[in-house]
């Protein structure tokens, strides 16, 4: 009777108590577990056990809150919407303060797209004109370009056999670009004499980038004279706008 007396009392475990502060591993004896309320109004449980903390969270509401990683190795099944706050994606365009700008005949120039309409994650500069990728990924953007029919007494002036190119650059965002930068491509060719005439052109595609590598956009044209980008007052005429396709 006594050994199974002493036997109870050594198998009791302490009652779990309810702390002020975040607990630590410093804070709690080895086997110990507490309750913490956050300021979020969230109970946590923590338990010290060889050396380590461990912790796991609780909600009335019946959410479940994954501080880091969550690992699945089967599928993951939604019977509900997935909601992805800061997942890359953006929006721009030219601003009428940056219509009309000027395309040197044979240059590559950085198209300015200086105004957002959205920028989910804050990975697009509208002072450089570039998104920067924040995960190594599979990309897609989409630019268009419109170009002024009638800017000054040569805009809009093509003879055929020219050409006018959309390029999508990485990691080039100079005034002239590089050509051995470019990664898309869209070429648009003219087969008549033309005079005074806006020129639209787009180009499309996914593209495999780093973490760190940037994506601008340039135009080449090889009329013989400067032609000017026409941004007005929509946005739908020169714009960029891009989103992560997958994380790699």
């Given at each position: ?59 009335t509401d019946n959410n479940y809150t994954v501080n880091k ?12 919407k997935l909601i992805t706050r800061n997942y890359p994606a ?159």
């Amino acid at each position: 009777m006594i050994r199974e007396v002493r036997r109870t009392q050594n198998s009791k475990q302490d009652k779990i108590q309810v702390v002020k502060s975040q607990p630590s591993v410093n804070s709690l004896r080895e086997g110990q577990e507490v309750i913490y309320i956050s300021k979020s109004n969230r109970l946590e449980r923590y338990r010290k056990e060889k050396g380590r903390l461990w912790v796991s969270y609780m909600d009335t509401d019946n959410n479940y809150t994954v501080n880091k990683d969550l690992n699945v190795g089967g599928n993951l099944n939604l019977s509900n919407k997935l909601i992805t706050r800061n997942y890359p994606a953006f929006a721009s365009n030219q601003s009428t303060s940056a219509d009309g700008q000027a395309l040197t005949s044979g240059n590559n120039p950085t198209i300015h797209f200086d105004e957002k309409s959205y920028d989910n994650g804050n990975n697009f500069n509208a002072s450089n004109y570039s998104f920067t990728a924040p995960y190594n990924g599979i990309y897609h953007f989409n630019a268009r370009i419109l170009l002024d029919g009638d800017n000054d007494g040569d805009s809009g002036d093509y003879d055929a056999g020219e050409q006018m190119q959309i390029r999508l650059n990485k990691n080039d965002r100079t005034a002239n670009a590089d050509t051995s930068k470019v990664i898309i491509i869209s070429r648009f060719f003219i087969f008549t004499d033309l005079e005074d005439k806006f020129m639209y052109n787009t180009v499309a595609g996914d593209i495999k980038l780093d973490a760190g590598d940037y994506v601008s956009v340039s135009v080449f044209q090889n009329s013989g004279v400067t032609q000017s980008t026409y941004a007005d007052t929509s946005s739908t005429f020169t714009a960029f706008t891009g989103h992560l396709v997958c994380a790699l």
